[in-house]
DNA sequence: AAATAGGATTGATATAGATCAAGAGGGGGG
DNA sequence: CCCCCCTCTTGATCTATATCAATCCTATTT
């Protein structure tokens, strides 16, 4: 159950065995079958996620009733509402299943004490935040420069993984545009090749 | 000269006095005039900076020569191009000074025997990087789901004190807008109060 | 005071992409 | 085998925003 999270941190820091198996000790496993919520808007975020196996999403519900997708997490993701976790104040997120998923959930205040138990962490989520944040920029930079059709090459090239698995709309969304216009974005890209 | 960071860090973080003594031997203080480069397009990306006086701007310019500002770094920012600066590789972001500015730069190498030598240090970077992680998250939500008036508004509620002093045309671009959509949209709000 | 330059505004037009609406597969469950 | 649900596609419009172009304004320089 932890082989994905171990080999996602000793690539970044390197742990005792002892360390390791202390680390278990915080985390909460479980499984989630397709479509179950992880985490309801309005409800506060209690824990963060790591995926094991399996998808999750997360995604914002507006006026409309149109889904926004923020972020797809397949297998050695973290996913949460990190404003929601870190404030307690409700999450604007939903998060929800697309495949089953095996995952890992710790709590604000296990993450705590794990950091203060195993100072090595300390540095790994430091890590973590600062690669997620390089990839917020670029998304940013490329939704600020880019239009559809390069946006979709951006993201299947970047994301060849995740773009097989999800279904198309979901994917329009992901990228900022409606179904519609990936849909014609994808005809226009057969038609050259 | 350390003021503003010393007090950023204490706000996140407690540092002994030995300890805020020896930090400051990791930065070098420097003084940018208006419209100064900090970085260069294609350069690798040396320093993280500190901005303690001043405002800085990172921005990109695309194939047509538009500029498209990714973010403003008032006094108490940090701004650098993360990914070069982690990976070497050429920035893809100018940097450069929009209100003559007294920084602290730190290198790669300085911070990795900072974040040895102040353990703490590495904690106080690990919730930068998660405050900034937010911000952008909010940011690209942002962009998914409101529209042009929507979004200048809740710039300006969220950073008055930027929106006073930048250029309109420069918040534009940072809304991802043109100027002209931008004076539009301020025109429409007049009228409504 | 004239000249210059960097913004901001305003109007006319163009366009990428949204929206609305209808159909077309294509599985799985009864 | 048929029906229902879900997803994708396609076509016809609509709209927010971009683009192009001209002025205007204000501050600074000469």
């Known amino acids: 159950m932890f082989e994905i ?96 998923a095996e995952v890992l959930l710790i709590t604000q205040p296990a993450m705590e004490e794990m950091l203060q138990a195993i100072p090595a962490m300390e540095r790994y989520m430091r890590i973590l935040m600062q690669n997620s944040l390089i990839s917020m920029q670029r998304r940013i930079a490329c939704t600020l420069t880019t239009q559809a059709e390069e946006r979709y090459l951006g993201f299947i090239a970047e994301n060849p993984h995740i773009g097989q698995r999800v279904p198309q709309h979901m994917l329009a969304s992901f990228l900022g545009m409606t179904p519609e216009t990936l849909s014609r974005v994808r005809k226009q890209l057969l038609k050259k090749s």
């Open 5 to 100: 999270l171990f080999e996602h941190i000793n690539r970044k820091i390197s742990l005792q065995e002892a360390e390791m198996e202390q680390l278990k000790t915080f985390f909460i496993p479980k499984k989630y079958r397709r479509k179950q919520y992880v985490l309801q808007q309005g409800d506060p975020c209690k824990y963060i996620v790591f995926v094991e196996k399996g998808m999750l999403r997360s995604y914002q519900v507006d006026d409309k009733g149109n889904e926004h997708i923020v972020q797809f997490a397949p297998e050695g993701w973290w996913i949460s509402d990190s404003y929601s976790f870190l404030t307690g104040t409700p999450a604007s997120y939903d998060i929800d299943v697309l495949e089953e």
